[in-house]
């Protein structure tokens, strides 16, 4: 699978069929969700607090949620979905 930051597309804003979630996983500081079509979203767990925070057994409890577009971890209460990380990935980031 590639590993890739950036949206696809001229920047679409309603998910597709290939935007649905097949994995979800964590590195050193990062978070990187798998798509059906192959493409890799990584993002930092720093964006994500309740994640951040998170033990790694708590990580690993995830669902699909929203018909595949979402991610849900019941044990943080923490939904997120595919368009939203296509987004922040793409989008520059300040510091403050």
Known sequence: M??????HGS??????????VADV?????????DL???RTITVPLAWYPRLRDASA???RNWRIAGAGYGIHWPEIDEDLGVEGLLRG??????SP
Request: net charge neutral.
């Open 89 to 94: 990935a793409a989008a520059p980031r300040r």
């Open 57 to 59: 057994e708590q990580r």
């Open 25 to 33: 996983r964590f590195g050193d500081g990062t978070m990187s969700v």
């Open 2 to 7: 590639s590993s890739s930051s950036s949206t």
């Open 11 to 20: 920047g679409t804003s309603v998910p597709g069929a290939s935007d649905r």
């Open 36 to 38: 059906e079509d192959g």
